[in-house]
């Protein structure tokens, strides 16, 4: 069992920055992929940004230049450092999370709301 815990969203004005983080806590097992997604009023949730445990990254063009994801291994957290931010990026966005235990799993996180409007 893994339990996400997500923080950082709010309102933010264009070209403004946020920075989100998910702590993840498990009894056992290891999280292998920690990742963002995102999902818009209306529209089906996407992928933001995927981090596994050894750095490799995977970005959504949209957000390529602007975002950056990272990891604190040791403390199970994933990061998500938004800048340049526009209205498009309003979104709800959700924590994500591949356990390796006794087999594989993804567990996601309430998710947090990013507004950017002026």
């Known amino acids: 069992q893994v339990h996400l815990v997500e923080s950082g969203g709010g309102l933010v004005q264009p070209g403004g920055s946020l920075r989100l983080s998910c702590a993840a806590s498990l009894s056992f097992g290891s999280i292998a992929t920690m990742g963002w997604y995102r999902q818009a009023p209306g529209k089906q949730r996407e992928l933001v940004a995927l981090?596994?445990?050894?750095?490799?990254?995977n970005y959504v063009d949209s957000v390529k230049g602007r975002f950056t994801i990272s990891r604190d291994n040791a403390k199970n957290t994933v990061y998500l450092q938004m800048n340049s931010l526009k209205p498009e990026d309003t979104a709800i966005y959700y924590c994500?999370?591949?356990?390796?235990?006794?087999?594989?799993?993804?567990?996601w996180g309430q998710g947090t709301q990013v507004t950017v409007s002026s």
């Open positions: 994500n999370a591949g356990h390796v235990g006794l087999g594989f799993d993804v567990y």
């Open positions: 981090i596994t445990i050894g750095g490799s990254t």
